[in-house]
């Protein structure tokens, strides 16, 4: 499973691509507005600092326009992945600039069938939002395991990026059903690490190496 963070946080990016936990970065509106910065100066310092996909989200509602815009956040660098919400104006600009060859991450869809629209136009990523559909008491997850189905069914190439991950568990859940990526935010990704039986054992295997008075270095 490939892993996305979920932010515009130039130093949390940094801090978990320098583990090796980063295969590329989302970005959206609100986003870049937590972070206060500029969207092409922000989202050009994400691309040169991670190697994998940076998705950089257009704000126009009408295709022509999305297409501009997409265009322009193309250039920003190779690794731009142009994200478009699941509208009929998004898939029209997912269609334009997949066949021009820029990646493309059709964001907030909801159904299995907006995810085979998706595929359909080109995407090279589909993100359903796991966490706003929890937020309204659906199963996030079985969206995320019926758009595995269907693209199981028909061999898609387009990428399941399980978005809008708040709880651990909804990595692991997500990783069961074989979503390709996941993206979630820093602290998420942080919290995967703990385990209380961890803590414990560490804690006796150093008093009993103080104990023992063992040296290592
Ligand atoms: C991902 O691409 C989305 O920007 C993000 O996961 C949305 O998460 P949220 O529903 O917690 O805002």
Redesign the pocket.
């Known amino acids: 499973m490939k892993f996305f963070v979920?932010t515009a946080e130039i130093d949390a990016i940094a801090e978990l691509n320098d583990l090796g936990m980063v295969d590329g970065v989302?970005t959206?509106p609100?986003?870049i507005m937590k972070s206060g910065r500029d969207i092409l100066e922000v989202t050009k310092e994400i691309c040169d600092l991670v190697d994998g996909p940076v998705?950089a989200e257009v704000i126009a509602t009408e295709a022509d326009d999305m297409i501009v815009e997409g265009r322009k956040l193309a250039k920003i660098a190779e690794n731009i992945t142009v994200k478009v919400p699941l509208t009929w104006a998004g898939l029209k600009t997912c269609k334009t600039l997949s066949d021009e060859g820029t990646m493309v991450n059709v964001?907030l869809c909801f159904s299995a069938n907006q995810a085979l629209l998706a595929a359909k136009a080109g995407a090279t990523f589909i993100?359903p939002?796991i966490?706003?559909l929890d937020d309204i008491n659906l199963d996030g997850m079985d969206l995320i395991a019926d758009i595995r189905e269907i693209y199981d069914n028909y061999a898609f190439d387009t990428e399941i990026l399980a978005?809008?991950?708040?709880t651990v568990n909804h990595v692991t859940e997500a990783a069961k059903i074989g979503a390709d990526v996941m993206?979630a935010p820093p602290d998420v990704i942080k919290k995967m690490v703990n385990h209380p039986l961890t803590d414990k054992g560490l804690d006796q295997f150093l008093k009993d190496a103080a104990k023992a008075g063992i040296k290592i270095v």
């Open positions: 979920d989302t959206n609100s986003l998705s964001t993100s939002f966490g706003r978005a809008s991950i708040r993206t």
